[in-house]
């Protein structure tokens, strides 16, 4: 079964400070893995895409990662602000043709004054 | 204006009514998407349309039906409505022609309430 699990559940940091999010994936054929912001009361938008041969990707203060031999991907946040306060969905695109997602349950970040 | 957008945004409906969930889009993308979030689970896929003439179940199509007006236009209708449809409904684009790694656009939701 295709599975995307994230860690942790929910965050909370301090502005300015860094945090790492965590995506272990269990999917197959594995295509790309995309990591998602989702604000409250809003549609997820894409923060990065990663192809199986592509181990770092970054957009501007977030930096994603991803380990084809462990299954793993990372999403860090480098000197958080408020308006990071949001959920983080890693995306996993399975398959070849059309490619299903499989989307994580998500990671909420609330970034404290 | 929105690239995508969703009507309405928040609904309220009784038990066995009918409804229809609106989307429509100015990307230009021909594929199609409606998916369901609900608390503690990853979205999920309802139904997909590659064209206007090509409509294809997801993973969670029971108790739904959908209508590609037009390249643009994309609804979802619950023929009856029942409580465990309450849930947060994405519509999202993308693009055949571009290159697998873009992404999708999703538009801002519609919050649905089945009493």
């Known amino acids: 079964k295709n599975q995307v699990e994230q860690s942790p559940q929910s965050l909370i940091i301090l502005e300015g400070k860094n945090c790492t999010l965590q995506?272990?994936?269990?999917?197959?054929?594995?295509?790309?893995l995309r990591w998602y912001k989702q604000d409250t009361g809003r549609g997820p938008v894409s923060l990065t895409i990663m192809t199986f041969s592509e181990n770092t990707k970054s957009n501007g203060r977030y930096t994603a990662t991803l380990d084809a031999d462990t299954k793993q991907s990372s999403l860090h946040i480098t000197a958080s602000q408020l308006s990071d306060s949001a959920s983080y969905i890693c995306?996993?695109?399975?398959?070849?043709?059309?490619?299903?997602?499989?989307f994580g349950t998500g990671t909420r970040l609330l970034v404290s004054p | 204006d929105a690239d995508v957008t969703q009507t309405p945004r928040n609904r309220i409906t009784k038990t066995g009514k009918r409804i229809m969930l609106e989307c429509s889009q100015t990307k230009g993308h021909d594929r199609m998407y409606w998916y369901r979030q609900d608390p503690g689970l990853g979205l999920r896929l309802i139904y997909y349309?590659?064209?206007?003439?090509?409509?294809n179940k997801g993973e969670i199509s029971d108790g739904y039906s959908v209508s590609r007006q037009a390249q643009a236009k994309f609804s979802l209708s619950l023929e009856s409505a029942i409580p465990n449809q309450t849930a947060l409904y994405f519509c999202?684009?993308?693009?055949?022609?571009?290159?697998?790694?873009?992404?999708?656009?999703f538009g801002s939701g519609t919050r649905l309430t089945v009493v």
């Open positions: 349309s590659f064209d206007v003439k090509d409509i």
């Open positions: 999202a684009t993308s693009d055949s022609g571009t290159p697998a790694n873009y992404g999708y656009t």
């Open positions: 995506c272990n994936y269990t999917v197959s054929p594995f295509s790309n």
């Open positions: 995306v996993v695109s399975v398959g070849t043709g059309f490619q299903k997602l499989v």
